[in-house]
């Protein structure tokens, strides 16, 4: 399959897919976190690697670029876009967002609203080394092998499980869930 018709499939599968459900606003913190595609040989999911800062809660974590939702912010999907922009350069005019991925929770009460949108490259990433060590493209097939290989398929493992090894890092905790609904949603949609 080329690029087009996987982008085509990712796209649709988003797009007509259930989602997991905003929780009870008043027990949660509203954040917007963005999955950004990118096609440059293959499609790959943009990660970030936050930085090692002392007493920083997600010190070292792999995530997806995003935060928390600000006044100003008119929508979630609003605040990831905005984040995106802070966190590594990219403006909103240069991406495409296909849709929400839904919520998920954390153990600290925050809400994550994930998106995914697909990055057309026009900008040169510019992350704040104090917020971010390292920025990560990673291929989403090596992403769905790995999904499939530790039999994820249809069967969510527990938090302790789901975990996603690139490198010398894993992703794991809540990006591991975004990226596992991700993951279903477009094998479900194939």
Excluded at 75 to 99: K, Q, Y
Aim: charged share 25%; glycine share 6%; proline share 6%.
């Amino acid at each position: 399959m080329n690029q087009k018709d996987c982008m085509d499939l990712i796209r649709s599968a988003v797009q007509n897919s259930p989602h997991p459900e905003p929780p009870d606003k008043d027990l949660f913190e509203p954040t917007g976190v963005m999955a950004l595609l990118t096609m440059a040989g293959e499609i790959r999911l943009l990660f970030i690697q936050k930085a090692d800062k002392k007493g920083y809660p997600w010190a070292n974590q792999m995530a997806f670029p995003g935060g928390h939702r600000d006044e100003s912010d008119r929508s979630t999907r609003d605040t990831a876009l905005r984040e995106l922009s802070e966190e590594m350069g990219i403006l909103p005019e240069n991406v495409e967002v296909i849709g929400s991925l839904g919520h998920f929770q954390t153990i600290n009460n925050k809400d994550i609203e994930a998106f995914i949108g697909v990055w057309n490259q026009k900008d040169v990433i510019r992350h704040d080394p104090n917020e971010i060590a390292r920025v990560f493209h990673i291929p989403l097939r090596y992403l769905t092998d790995i999904h499939r290989e530790k039999g994820f398929h249809q069967s969510l493992p527990n938090v302790m499980q789901l975990t996603y090894p690139y490198e010398d890092v894993t992703i794991w905790g809540v990006t591991a869930k975004i990226l596992y609904h991700l993951i279903e949603t477009v094998l479900k949609g194939a």
